[in-house]
């Protein structure tokens, strides 16, 4: 059962490069996300999608791009990498959008990126 | 003022003790609660839901205080594979759905 797979685990790029944060679900999930999580910050959402064909502004978007290639798939896009984006990255699902009270959020085991 | 607000301890307790932790938010139109558990370096998972009427789960045991406006976990019998750090999460009707705490961090000591 892999849940949620995200790649990579681990990455260091150089400011103003590019590169796609890879997720996928093989739950037959709805709704994934894309979180940052900070020292002192907690998860920021990023962006979300709600269903396959829609995505979403979340709180901390801006730098950032995404696409809901199919139902099982969430890319997270950096154009310009900023030393501001260094981060962990989880990317996540549920069967719904999340807010009620019987959705569950299950996460990928996340990418640590640096800017440098 | 933060929308979810926790104490980011590190809450110290000895195995077979009880540990509670108080989490408060801030948007009165919140209507679902969660604890979510992070190991170091790892991603979070659920550990329960909050429901209005309080729930437990074996050593576990949730409360809502909406007059108050805070969420409750409390921890009996703790044990080492407890530590981690404990993530409160509130729904936001706006425009962001979950807002998570920074969390707390509990380390229980043999």
């Known amino acids: 059962n892999a849940g949620v797979t995200q790649t990579p685990k681990f990455q260091v790029l150089k400011t103003g490069q590019s590169m796609t944060l890879q997720c996928a679900q093989d739950m037959n999930h709805n709704s994934m996300y894309w979180y940052r999580q900070d020292p002192g910050m907690g998860l920021r959402l990023i962006y979300y999608s709600a269903s396959e064909g829609t995505t979403d502004k979340g709180e901390v978007p801006n730098g950032y791009n995404v696409s809901r290639l199919n139902k099982r798939e969430f890319s997270l896009r950096l154009e310009s990498a900023a030393p501001s984006q260094t981060s962990v990255y989880f990317c996540?699902?549920?069967?719904?959008?999340?807010?009620?009270?019987?959705?569950?959020?299950?996460f990928g085991s996340g990418t640590q990126l640096s800017v440098l | 003022r933060k929308e979810v607000e926790q104490d980011p301890g590190p809450f110290n307790v000895p195995e077979g003790a009880t540990v509670a932790f108080n989490c408060t938010y801030s948007n009165s139109a919140s209507q679902s609660f969660f604890w979510y558990r992070q190991d170091c370096r790892k991603e979070p998972k659920l550990l329960m839901s909050v429901y209005s009427s309080g729930n437990e789960d074996g050593r576990f045991t949730a409360q809502l205080n909406r007059a108050s406006q805070y969420i409750s976990l409390l921890i009996r019998d703790s044990k080492l594979s407890d530590s981690a750090t404990y993530l409160c999460?509130?729904?936001?009707?706006?425009?962001?759905?979950?807002?998570f705490g920074t969390g707390t961090r509990l380390l229980v000591s043999p």
């Open positions: 999460v509130a729904d936001n009707t706006g425009f962001q759905k979950l807002v």
């Open positions: 996540a699902s549920s069967e719904f959008l999340s807010g009620s009270a019987n959705e569950k959020l299950f």
